[in-house]
């Protein structure tokens, strides 16, 4: 044939290759009519990717999702038309808000219908504009191979996010000429990381005598764990992080002090409050983590280190800044950086730790700080922890012992209830060897049980700790704090048996209600090597503390039910 | 809160103008005026957009502007150092017994007459901001029928060109 490796495919053919060129090995995803063509060339490409068919295709987005986070690879979901794709949008927005490498395929009526409210068509660039870094239709078969690398390397590059591409189902049987192509290295963004900056940032730490460091997402995908630690070991500086950055540095070292932010721990307010330096890693100042903005580090002069510019002074005002990836900035300020000593801060950090550690009412009834805690002991950094959203979510941000980057799987910006156990699937399937527990509160359970039945299909033994409190936890605690009590439709009746909708499915149910039986439940699950639900029975009084209500600075946090009375007002 | 205006360059293809509005609308961003064209290269359009905003805004608003893929370059237009014109096309109400008088007020203006008819006419005119505030003023008397604005464009005096700006300029 004229051209030497030059093929004339059809699209679904190049999609295939394209995929294959990237490195996917696994996809998740749901078939339909405009899909057909794309699923025939999955079905002849059984042996090379792996598609993994989920009961929902929201639950193949999460999937894709939490496969990406707990690998750091991208995620591949693919959708039909119409009401395919936007059943992913969920998905997309949830990966959006948290910076996750993630690649949507939808398929798409045939050029010609584009426009006319066809059957199962809807405008899905439009719909996922603002939910994705950036999205594509395909309208020349000839565009589609460069359009698909393209869209790998933009979820990839800087900052990650999801990307969509849209694909009529005539572009999938016209056929264009396809050469394979390695797909372009992407480089670690340095192009504005001056020397200067790297001088002013190592002048501004070695003058500072009460620096903390503020750890986000930002240090889990730049993978700079390594540099981060010998950064902390270098400058002695107490580490806090945000919810997206738990696990970037070990919870075990004792220059951890928690999570920061709404329900992180009084020493990270208190240190916020106080420290006069904040060293701003691959953060980006969510709401949840500033409180009140005019009081947030009153006497700190703030450094931020950031890959995305976009970010910086976007929420708070900064005085030093370096864009940049957040590995290279830290080797660089490593290389060069001198051992200092904090000893009275460090004193003062210590003391706020003894003083304020993280504390629940230990008595007869079954506690879910507990479970969290003896899911850890008995998994210990060897398995991989999905969550879902609200009070359980918290819990295990505190409770669970984080050293591992990569362990904790949680929806951070959207709060997606729902997510935990399609991105436990993808998790499991990502990481085969490893144990993947989804630690999930009944109401969000609820919303994607359904994919229990994927789990059961591809016999992914993930391990579901349903903190059932019979409530939407997290919003029945505001009612109880701020509205009076007020349950408005908060109590979740369950009449429903989780234990034999478990076995409805085909997984194992598993009853958990007293403290004496943690242990040998969650030993029981791990041994079964099945998915398992493990329905915990707690009480729904249990709030989450600390807590620092909304509207008021981080350091008006409450650390028990006592200091409940905050004179909030609904509205303010 | 100051008017800045912001000379865009994007790529030429379907959606993007949809992005950069919907981007605008979605962060709260005001826009006074858009005008949008292809530029030397059909591949690429560019875009003038006149925002009103303080300057922490608008420092967000360059930067994300330059996130979204299809811009390619951003730049802050000064008023000083910049040639800014908004084309307006005016209907008026003329009659017989005060054309005459319009007409000198275009004249004066630099405005071309572009349609006549028995009751109005059509005034041509390209300017500044404050040229056309005061061209307009000066027709309102005797009765504006419509008038249909470009919106503003403009390009930087000089040498200088849009590619030699570099993509950050606080560093």
């Given at each position: 044939m004229k051209g030497g490796n030059k093929l004339q495919i059809t699209g679904g053919k190049i999609l295939i290759k394209c995929l294959l060129e990237q490195g996917v090995d696994t996809v998740f995803g749901f078939p339909g009519g405009t899909v057909l063509n794309i699923y025939d060339e999955l079905y002849h490409h059984k042996t090379k990717i792996k598609h993994i068919l989920t009961s929902h295709e929201q639950g193949a987005a999460h999937a894709a999702d939490g496969y990406a986070r707990s690998t750091g690879k991208v995620g591949v979901c693919i959708a039909t038309s119409g009401p395919g794709a936007t059943n992913l949008v969920t998905g997309i927005a949830t990966a959006y808000m948290d910076s996750v490498p993630l690649i949507a395929i939808t398929g798409n009526v045939p050029v010609s219908l584009?426009?006319?409210?066809?059957?199962?068509?809807?405008d899905i660039m439009g719909v996922t504009m603002p939910i994705t870094k950036h999205n594509f239709i395909v309208k020349d078969v000839k565009d589609l191979a460069a359009t698909i690398r393209k869209a790998f390397y933009l979820a990839q590059e800087g900052r990650p996010g999801p990307v969509l591409i849209d694909i009529p189902k005539d572009i999938t049987i016209k056929k264009a000429d396809y050469k394979a192509q390695k797909p372009k290295k992407i480089t670690k963004m340095t192009e504005y990381i001056t020397d200067k900056d790297i001088e002013k940032t190592l002048q501004m730490i070695e003058t500072s005598q009460k620096p903390l460091i503020y750890a986000g997402g930002g240090i889990i995908w730049g993978e700079a764990e390594k540099e981060l630690a010998q950064f902390v070991q270098t400058i002695q500086s107490p580490v806090c992080c945000s919810l997206m950055g738990i696990s970037g540095f070990p919870a075990d070292d004792p220059l951890y002090i928690g999570m920061v932010g709404m329900h992180g721990t009084k020493t990270a307010s208190l240190a916020t409050t106080h420290c006069d330096l904040m060293i701003v890693?691959?953060?980006?100042?969510?709401d949840r983590v500033v409180g009140k903005l005019e009081q947030f580090a009153p006497g700190a002069k703030i450094l931020h280190v950031d890959i995305?510019?976009?970010?910086?002074?976007?929420n708070v005002q900064t005085h030093h800044h370096i864009i940049g990836d957040v590995k290279e900035v830290l080797k660089k300020i490593n290389h060069k950086l001198k051992k200092q000593t904090h000893k009275k801060w460090l004193e003062q950090i210590k003391g706020w730790k003894t003083k304020y550690p993280l504390v629940y009412k230990k008595d007869k009834k079954l506690k879910p700080q507990y479970i969290i805690e003896k899911v850890y002991e008995l998994t210990k950094n060897k398995a991989i922890v999905t969550t879902e959203v609200g009070q359980h979510q918290m819990w295990a941000a505190q409770y669970y012992s984080w050293n591992k980057a990569r362990t904790f799987i949680s929806s951070g910006g959207l709060g997606t209830m729902g997510f935990g156990l399609g991105a436990a699937i993808g998790t499991q399937v990502g990481n085969p060897k490893k144990r993947v527990l989804n630690i999930a509160g009944d109401g969000s359970f609820r919303m994607n049980c359904h994919e229990l039945a994927t789990a059961v299909e591809y016999e992914l033994p993930v391990i579901i700790v349903l903190i059932n409190n019979s409530a939407l936890g997290m919003v029945r605690q505001w009612q109880n704090l701020?509205?009076?009590?007020?349950?408005?439709?908060?109590?979740?009746?369950?009449?429903?048996?989780f234990c034999k909708l478990a076995e409805a499915y085909g997984a194992v149910g598993l009853k958990l209600d007293k403290t004496e039986d943690v242990e040998k439940v969650i030993k029981k699950a791990l041994a079964l090597k099945r998915p398992v639900v493990i329905d915990c029975k707690i009480e729904r009084e249990e709030n989450v503390y600390p807590m620092v209500p909304p509207g008021k600075a981080l350091q008006d946090i409450i650390i028990a039910n006592e200091e409940c009375d905050t004179g909030f007002q609904p509205g303010d | 809160m100051k008017k800045h205006v912001l000379s865009v360059l994007v790529e030429n293809n379907a959606g993007v103008l949809s992005r950069i509005a919907g981007l605008f609308s979605r962060r709260g961003y005001n826009i006074n005026s858009l005008s949008v064209g292809e530029s030397l290269d059909p591949g690429i359009s560019r875009m003038t957009i006149v925002v009103k905003a303080d300057d922490a805004i608008l420092d967000q608003i360059k930067k994300q502007l330059n996130k979204?893929?299809?811009?390619?370059k951003v730049i802050d237009l000064k008023f000083n150092e910049s040639i800014i014109r908004n084309l307006v096309l005016i209907k008026i109400t003329a009659t017989e017994k005060n054309r005459p008088y319009i007409i000198e007020i275009a004249d004066i203006f630099k405005a071309k007459i572009m349609d006549v008819a028995s009751k109005s006419l059509i005034i041509e005119v390209t300017g500044s901001e404050n040229k056309i505030k005061a061209l307009i003023a000066l027709l309102k008397p005797y009765g504006i029928k419509e008038l249909v604005q470009t919106g503003v464009t403009a390009l930087e005096r000089g040498n200088i060109d849009i590619d030699t700006h570099k993509k950050y300029d606080d560093n």
């Open positions: 584009l426009g006319k409210d066809s059957f199962q068509e809807i890693l691959g953060a980006r100042f969510s995305d510019a976009a970010e910086i002074n976007k701020f509205y009076d009590s007020r349950f408005s439709h908060t109590h979740l009746d369950h009449k429903t048996d | 979204q893929v299809s811009v390619l």
